[in-house]
């Protein structure tokens, strides 16, 4: 069974944008619990490599804000999409000119989401077909108005961080609201934005932001595959600490309570402009569940251990309107619907989704990974309940996200 106690290194995408926004500062900024994964390692190399000062203290990692210089060599983003669309936005801002390249993986996700908006705003870059490698250089950025087609974060944070450097105001409108926390660090850092419903605007900064101190709140795409741990293995219990518990990044939380896992809320408070929780998730039996469009934003990184869940639940899971999972780390919804096929679940692959007929028993197989670190956790957390031993091709990839991911499941399997 599973039974601890844990607190999770800082979520990644607040992680990315602290260093981002640091830069930015008037002076010296402190981010304690920043996230560990090799993700945000990119973003703090590539700063470095345009100038920005960053150097670690203790266990806290300090950015001096600054101005951004042209990188010599090519930014390399390895396998981190958010480092590379946030950062040629914020550095097209910035009058900077840069080649940025990444991993495989990386080299084969679409970027003209991010270039169609940034070329509508004056941009001048090229890409390999809206891919990797690609290059951007100065120009002279005007505000637009953005209606993205797609929910993403990382379009909307891209557009938002391009829009510092332009003259007027940028605004982005997205079918659905994704993770916001550009918005809420821009706006607590004293950048002039507003939000009103689906819609955020910027102006062009006029001074520096505010330097300051922050605690990166615990990762929820991280806990995820903790709870769903203690939800799937029969008499566990487990208390996930100071977790961050921002409302675009809840769905996947919502969702166990819906299928019937025990939780329960032992505390909530808020700091720095983000809500944090302690949790408690408990073994209990799990019913199926109907996920469409307008759910995905909230859970986009949840889906996979999601799956997982649902071939334990009793009846007929729907995933839908969850298309963009084909352009991530690798195309997840194939990863998912092959590698639980072969484990023995009964799932039938969409477009856009997939259906999970529950409960199978799943028995361990060979995992392809696709070396995307959200297939091993979620496969590694599938081994834990299927009979037989499952093995992945490409465990360490999990580091994207957590390092210490393998050690700490082995410290709560009791
Ligand atoms: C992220 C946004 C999401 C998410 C990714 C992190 C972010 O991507 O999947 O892991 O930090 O902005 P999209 O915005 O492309 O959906």
């Not at 920005?52 to 300090?62: A, Q």
């Not at 999409?81 to 084969?108: E, P, V, Y």
């Not at 390999?128 to 797609?150: A, D, M, R």
């Not at 477009?351 to 696709?370: A, C, H, Q, V, Y």
């Amino acid at each position: 069974m599973i039974k601890g106690s844990l607190t999770f290194p800082g979520d990644k995408s607040i992680s990315h944008r602290a260093l981002m926004l640091g830069a930015f500062g008037d002076g010296e900024s402190r981010l304690s619990n920043l996230s560990t994964g090799a993700d945000v390692q990119s973003t703090r190399a590539c700063l470095e490599t345009c100038g920005i000062s960053i150097r670690d203290e203790g266990n806290d990692v300090i950015v001096k804000g600054g101005r951004f210089s042209d990188p010599k060599e090519p930014l390399d983003c390895g396998n981190s999409g958010t480092t590379l669309r946030l950062l040629i936005g914020l550095l097209a801002g910035q009058g900077i000119n840069a080649t940025f390249i990444g991993d495989k993986s990386l080299s084969s996700r679409p970027m003209n989401r991010i270039l169609d908006p940034l070329s509508q705003m004056g941009l001048k870059a090229e890409s390999n077909n809206g891919t990797l490698p690609l290059s951007i250089h100065q120009s002279e950025l005007t505000g637009i108005h953005y209606e993205s087609p797609v929910a993403s974060a990382q379009v909307k944070s891209a557009v938002l961080l391009a829009g510092l450097g332009a003259t007027g105001k940028t605004s982005v409108t997205e079918p659905i609201n994704s993770r916001d926390h550009t918005e809420r660090m821009l706006k607590g850092l004293g950048a002039e934005l507003s939000v009103d419903g689906n819609s955020s605007t910027v102006s062009r900064l006029s001074s520096p932001l505010s330097s300051f101190d922050m605690t990166i709140p615990g990762d929820p795409s991280t806990a995820a595959f903790f709870a769903s741990a203690a939800a799937l293995v029969p008499d566990s219990e487990i208390t996930l600490n100071s977790i961050l518990s921002n409302p675009t990044r809840t769905g996947f939380f919502s969702a166990l309570e819906k299928m019937g896992a025990g939780m329960e809320c032992l505390k909530q408070w808020d700091e720095a402009g983000e809500r944090i929780g302690n949790l408690k998730i408990f073994h209990q039996p799990l019913q199926a569940i109907s996920i469409n469009e307008k759910d995905v934003p909230r859970l986009i990184d949840e889906i996979p251990i999601l799956a997982i869940l649902a071939t334990q639940a009793e009846g007929t899971t729907e995933v839908r309107g969850a298309e963009e999972l084909r352009v991530k780390e690798c195309d997840r919804i194939y990863a998912i619907c092959s590698n639980l096929k072969r484990m023995g679940a009964d799932i039938e692959e969409l477009d856009n989704g997939f259906i999970i007929n529950g409960p199978t028993p799943l028995s361990g197989t060979k995992i392809e990974t696709f070396n995307d670190h959200r297939i091993a956790m979620a496969f590694t957390i599938a081994g834990l309940i299927a009979e037989g031993e499952t093995v992945l091709d490409n465990p360490e990839c999990a580091s994207i996200s957590n390092p210490d991911f393998y050690n700490v499941l082995k410290s709560v399997i009791v």
